[in-house]
Nanobody, 125 residues
Framework: QLQASGGGLVQPGGSLRLSCAAS????????TAWFRQAPGKEREFVAV??????????YYSDSVKGRFTISRDNAKNTLYLQMNSLRPEDTAVYYC??????????????????WGQGTLVTVSS
């Protein structure tokens, strides 16, 4: 299971760090990712770290590249998303997810079978 936390209200230009705790060790075998869903919109890919067995490379959506950083702490079984220079359009419920999918599927919502419960991020003045 995955448990996301760290959401809240932040002003434009501010920073926030999300956490996702895993109940079992999955980072060596699973790609772990963040997705988000804004009101009235479909869930979209944000960032992913490939499994340790696949090299652990990171990928980002164009909309967050250079502002967000995905990372993980293997010892704590925790995935993070550091979000800087936040914008109102970043407002959404953020979900962590895990998948054993291949490289071509890492941005695809339906490729992920394990999801956290979501944490709300609101960027507003």
């Amino acid at each position: 299971q995955l448990q996301a936390s760290g959401g809240g209200l932040v002003q434009p230009g501010g920073s926030l760090r999300l956490s996702c705790a895993a109940s079992v060790r999955i980072f060596s075998t699973h790609n772990t990712a963040w997705f988000r869903q804004a009101p009235g919109k479909e869930r979209e890919f944000v960032a992913v770290i490939r499994s340790g067995g696949s090299g652990g490379r990171t990928y980002y959506s164009d909309s967050v590249k250079g502002r967000f950083t995905i990372s993980r702490d293997n010892a704590k079984n925790t995935l993070y998303l550091q979000m800087n220079s936040l914008r109102p359009e970043d407002t959404a419920v953020y979900y962590c997810a895990a998948s054993q999918g291949i490289l071509s599927s890492i941005r695809v919502v339906n490729a992920y079978g394990t999801w956290g419960q979501g944490t709300l991020v609101t960027v507003s003045s």
